[in-house]
């Protein structure tokens, strides 16, 4: 019967649908008029806003509106739009739009999801720079390597990826534990026991880090283009062998008949782990286009004692009350020692270890001094 009814009153006769339509029609001419107003005032509201934004935005140094019909809010620096990208010592060649696409990508994915997160990196670079950037001229590496670690860590001398890599330079164990065999020039290999794990030393990682992209780049054995040869020779695709492997970037290089980081395809992570750091780097050097002001710091500077053999174990406690500091500050330079550890120990194993400690900038002589004094090396 409810079916029945309801069909009914949906099949009327033809009076019943016309007082439906006369009921339906001064309903119509009653709403209209106020929704149509309602909709005006919206519309100008809204417009209104627009207008107010894009008034804040025009007085802004940098607009960059021009670029969205591209589907980019951000673009290139005009030096880079004239002149074209040199990065890593390599020219990218971004008058192809797919290259010129994939670094915009992620020139904007950082301006507009990660800013906060870029400037965090830019500041820490900035502090890092006067220690980082000797090592890699060091082992003539560009300079732009710098950015790299950012990318690998957020220069977190604890950053841990699932993989197990570790460190600011994010080093995986079976890596960090062997060098390349009868090559001390070159040699990467660090200690990594229950007390130390020189993956987070900051001084040596770098240096560790450097020796191994610079094997990679000139060094390693490889058959690229059918002939064999002795590394990439090419920035570019020593990063991306950085993160996926120099063997899986080999491999892929060859099955392409390629020989540009740009012209195979990689795992994914790799594909954007190249442009996302030629994307920092540019951001980083174009600051006030691209409207990013990175708060002014103190550079990261310290003394370093080398060759200390301790009489006794000195604990990161103990160490700040020699030298005025506090414990944080103390592991803060010391990052090599794991925080569940916060002692130099005087053995291992039962034979004397040599360490080397970082000190505050200009308290060296100052710790020797204490050290002596309390009876943890010899007088």
């Known amino acids: 019967m409810l079916g029945a009814k309801v069909v009914s009153s949906l099949t009327g006769g033809h009076g019943d649908c016309r007082r439906t339509w006369s009921r339906y029609s001064s309903l119509v001419s009653k709403t209209l008029p106020k929704l149509l107003a309602i909709g005006c005032l919206c519309l100008l509201s809204l417009s209104g806003l627009i207008i107010s934004s894009a008034s804040a935005t025009t007085d802004c140094r940098v607009a960059h509106w021009d670029t969205l019909a591209n589907g980019f809010r951000y673009e290139f620096p005009p030096d880079i739009q004239q002149k074209g990208l040199f990065f890593g010592r390599t020219k990218a060649p971004i008058q192809r739009k797919d290259v010129r696409d994939r670094i915009l990508k992620e020139i904007n994915y950082l301006l507009l999801d990660r800013r906060s997160k870029v400037v965090s990196w830019l500041s820490r670079a900035d502090a890092l720079r006067p220690i980082i950037a000797p090592i890699l001229k060091q082992y003539q590496l560009p300079p732009e390597f710098i950015y790299l670690a950012a990318i690998e860590s957020s220069y977190n001398s604890r950053a841990l990826s699932s993989a197990g890599a570790y460190g600011y330079w994010q080093f995986i164990k079976s890596t960090a534990a062997k060098g390349p065999i009868g090559n001390d020039m070159y040699d990467w290999k660090m200690e990594m026991n229950k007390w130390k794990d020189e993956r987070a030393d900051l001084v040596l990682s770098t240096h560790c880090a450097a020796r191994y992209l610079a094997w990679m780049n000139r060094v390693r054995p490889m058959r690229l283009d059918g002939q064999e040869r002795e590394g990439f020779k090419n920035w570019l695709l020593t990063a991306a062998a950085y993160n996926a492997g120099p063997a899986r970037v080999t491999e892929r290089l060859t099955s392409f008949g390629a020989s540009s980081y740009w012209d195979v395809p990689l795992p994914v992570e790799t594909e ?31 003394d370093t004692v080398k060759d200390v053999q301790l009489n006794k174990d000195l604990t990161f406690s103990a160490m700040a009350k020699l030298l005025e500091a506090t414990p944080r500050d103390v592991w803060s330079l010391n990052t090599q020692i794991p925080p569940e550890q916060s002692v130099f120990p005087a053995k291992s194993r039962g034979k004397a270890i040599n360490h080397t400690i970082n000190v505050p900038k200009g308290s060296a002589n100052k710790f020797i001094a204490q050290l002596r004094a309390h009876g943890y090396v010899k007088k």
């Open 272 to 302: 954007r782990y190249v442009p996302r750091w030629i994307a920092l780097g540019i951001i980083s050097q174009h600051r006030a286009f691209y409207g990013v002001e990175v708060p002014k710091g103190g550079r990261m500077e310290f």
